[in-house]
């Protein structure tokens, strides 16, 4: 069961954000500003921390600061009134995770929080489980019921990338630039020979496959 601190002075709105977490199977912690939710992180592990950005004592920037230069990276999602694209900005190069504009709509507080505590795991652990199929980051290998094998290192980080965001459309040039450093002369033809080299070794997978986005790019699906 994963833990969630939810940092909130608003008395009613700690409660309500409170109890649709529990709701919804999370075990809450909640503290009143920055300098409560450290306390409470000395002692309790969070998986993932709710920060209203205006607090007293330490809003919500500071906190995110403070837990970034401790070096943790819990997954955090501020949520605050501020809807202006320079508060976003500072929030993000705080080391925010995700940001919500109150009012928050509680189905979509859940969507993101089911979605970040998912990429974490997968961050942590550097594995990703589908079906049969395991991706180990560590030792850049696929294991399905047939056997094991080791990837080429480009191989592996593209369909590593497409499945730890399954359904989600990337771009030959953001895989591009992600995969392939900056400064490499690989154009966006690189990225089809890889995919097809991928299709290719894992035709015959149960599990997932890769879908061509006609006009935009290339995402990673779960076979029902």
Do not use: C
């Amino acid at each position: 069961m994963f833990s969630i601190l939810v940092v909130e002075d608003d008395l009613n709105t700690r409660r309500l954000t409170a109890d649709v977490l529990e709701e919804n199977g999370y075990t809450v912690l909640t503290a009143k500003d920055g300098v409560e939710a450290l306390e409470v992180l000395d002692s309790k592990h969070a998986d993932l921390i709710i920060a209203d950005i205006m607090m007293p004592r330490m809003d919500g920037y500071e906190l995110t600061r403070q837990l970034r230069q401790s070096g943790s990276s819990v997954p955090i999602i501020m949520v605050t009134a501020k809807e202006a694209i320079q508060d976003k900005k500072k929030g993000f190069i705080e080391g925010t995770d995700d940001y919500m504009v109150k009012p928050v709509d509680e189905e979509e507080m859940l969507l993101r929080i089911a979605a970040l505590l998912r990429r974490s795991q997968i961050m942590n652990e550097h594995r990703i489980v589908i079906g049969q199929t395991v991706l180990d980051y560590d030792r850049l290998t696929v294991t399905e019921p047939s056997g094991t094998s080791e990837l080429p290192p480009k191989e592996f980080m593209l369909i590593y990338k497409l499945l730890s965001y399954p359904d989600k459309i990337f771009t030959r040039r953001q895989l591009i630039d992600e995969i392939w450093d900056l400064s490499s002369e690989s154009d966006e033809r690189t990225v089809d020979v890889h995919v097809n080299r991928l299709r290719d070794r894992f035709r015959d997978n149960g599990d997932f496959e890769i879908i061509t986005v006609r006009g935009l790019g290339y995402k990673g699906v779960k076979k029902q």
